[in-house]
């Protein structure tokens, strides 16, 4: 089984340096650029791979890239930004690429930045990742210093890479957001249309892309879209960074081939559930995804094979719930996350999502009635897609909505004997939103 | 006043951008790093280096996590409450260190060495529950660890 994103990172947590890098056929894409492998090129390589957005999204990047205009009378300049503000709770896949290998950042910037002709790359690093910091920065020096940023010898082309380290904020995850971020503004998200691809960073055109899937651009280069669907066990091509957290025998992360089962992950990777609990449910990447329960662990965790109806993969790092966790503790944990990091700029989120985790709280302290049963219904439909600026709130009731209809039992518990069956200590129902 | 160090860092920072105030929060976060805080003292001074007014950056500040307009303590221990921390126990690590220091989230030890915050997803949840003292990062932490790591920062 091949893992071309992590097969080189050391286990032991050190860095790969630049030499290793190289001596493993880091850089080599440029020579194919070198060669004459123009930008429309790499968009058609990278189409043909049916390379999916690794944030959570699963758009296509070729489609992503069409949508920049090109040639001479394109405006200049052309900006790409490598989304690493990974703030989504249960998701560390970046990190781990960005500690054990940073050269495969700079050089899947470079090749991004040459498909879509952009001459300026920003990385968008959550402040939180110093570790991650510090190594790409020493990485863009050694690329500058070894002629592959700036102007890589023989290809015509100029790319400056720099690295902006945030201050903390959940939504600079989304991409316009990110973009005021990146401006020196408060991180709300605008209006779309206009998309980025064609009025994005100071008015320029600009693509925004998750780490990981950028780390799969030099591969794709060098080897090719029927290599690239080999490794996949879908539609869908590649490799995904897998991870499990919660009360497992073994939490973690494995490169695998897009595709693989939930059971799979669970049961032979994270080695099954840890001793004297079971198995509930889970949220199969990130907190902005549905739950999924038992019946749901044969379905090949990929972008095309979760039925919108049972939910979406997101960022595939799955947080498992067990049965000596609350369920409704679990979902208060949740809003109350949300609650924290809205932005604050429009009115359903800002008040929404507070009210949301006073409620649940209410279940916790076993002051809840039937009456806020419905209510939390409605807030799933009042804080559904159409009803607010972004997806932040909609994305938090894609938990709320499916725990009411897979764990309603516990629900209606909590309501029958007055308080959480579970009384977990009573630090969890304080409000702090 | 900015120090002749700290100026020369804005203006490194602001290289990065096409226009000044591209480099506010790296500009927040140059000046918090030796004076621990933003004051509305520094934040005049900032702004006034940026070209926008103080307001402007007020609103820039008061947004991020991990801007402080109030003093904190000179070690700052984010908590990791997110969910794979909350599922292994994070907030019996909390409570042990409200018993150990008689400090509260968000609260700074009467001496001025510790401010305990807490913090969204710090993306370790393979070894959760996890904390970060100033930059340092901790996985599978235990109440009963939490002393000995603590009192590394004095």
Known sequence: ?433 | MLSDTERRELEDAVKHYPDKRGAAIDALLIVQRRRGWISDDTLLEIAQFLEITAEDLDSIATFYNLVFRKPVGRHVAFMCDSISCWIKGCEQVQERIKTLYDVDLGQTTSDGRLTVLPIACLGQCERAPALMIDQDVYGDVTPEKIEEIVEKYK
């Open chain 1, 1 to 433: 089984m091949e893992r071309p994103l992590t097969q080189h990172i050391h286990p032991d947590g050190t860095t790969r340096t630049l030499r290793e890098y190289v001596k493993d056929g880091g850089y080599r894409s440029l020579q194919r650029i070198a060669a004459g492998l123009a930008p429309k090129d790499v968009q058609r390589l990278v189409t043909e791979a049916g390379l999916r957005g690794r944030g959570g999204g699963g758009f296509l990047t070729g489609t992503k890239w069409s949508f920049v205009p090109m040639g001479p009378d394109a405006p200049k300049p052309k900006y790409i930004v490598a989304n690493a503000d990974e703030m989504e709770p249960g998701t560390f896949k970046d990190r781990v690429l960005m500690e054990g290998d940073p050269h495969g950042l700079v050089e899947g910037m470079i090749l991004a930045g040459y498909a879509i002709d952009a001459e300026i790359g920003y990385i968008f690093l959550r402040g939180e990742y110093h570790l991650s910091a510090q190594r790409l920065r020493q990485a863009i020096a050694e690329a500058y210093e070894a002629g592959y940023l700036g102007q890589p010898p023989g290809t015509g082309f100029r790319f400056d890479l720099h690295l902006h380290a945030s201050a903390g904020r959940y939504i600079c995850g989304e991409e316009t957001a990110l973009i005021n971020a990146l401006e020196g503004k408060r991180a709300v998200p605008r209006a779309k249309p206009p998309f980025p691809q064609t009025v994005g960073l100071w008015g320029q055109p600009t693509i925004v892309q998750n780490v990981e899937t950028l780390y799969n651009l030099p591969h794709i280069i060098n080897h090719g879209s029927d290599w690239y669907h080999r490794l996949s066990r879908s539609q869908d091509g590649g490799t995904k960074i897998y991870g499990v957290s919660g009360r497992v025998t073994n939490p973690g992360w494995w490169e695998l081939p897009l595709g693989t089962t939930a059971r799979e992950l669970l049961e032979r990777y994270a080695g099954g559930m840890a001793e004297g609990v079971r198995f509930r449910g889970l949220l199969p990447g990130g907190i902005s995804t549905e739950f999924m329960t038992e019946e749901h662990l044969d379905l090949p965790m990929d972008f095309s094979s979760i039925p919108p109806e049972v939910g979406r993969l997101g960022t595939a790092t799955m947080i498992v719930l067990d049965d000596h966790t609350c369920p409704v503790g679990f979902v208060l944990n949740l809003e109350k996350f949300f609650a924290r990091e809205s932005c604050g700029w429009c009115t359903p989120c800002r008040e929404g999502l507070p009210w949301v985790a006073r409620i649940l709280s209410s279940f916790e302290e076993g002051r809840a009635t039937s009456d806020d049963l419905s209510l939390l219904k409605m807030h799933t439909k009042w804080l559904a897609p159409g009803h607010t600026f972004c997806g932040l709130a909609p994305g938090a009731m894609a938990p709320l909505q499916s725990a009411l209809k897979y764990f309603h039992d516990d629900f209606e518990r909590h309501i029958s004997s007055g308080g959480c069956p579970w009384s977990r200590k009573s630090a969890q129902h304080r409000i702090l939103v």
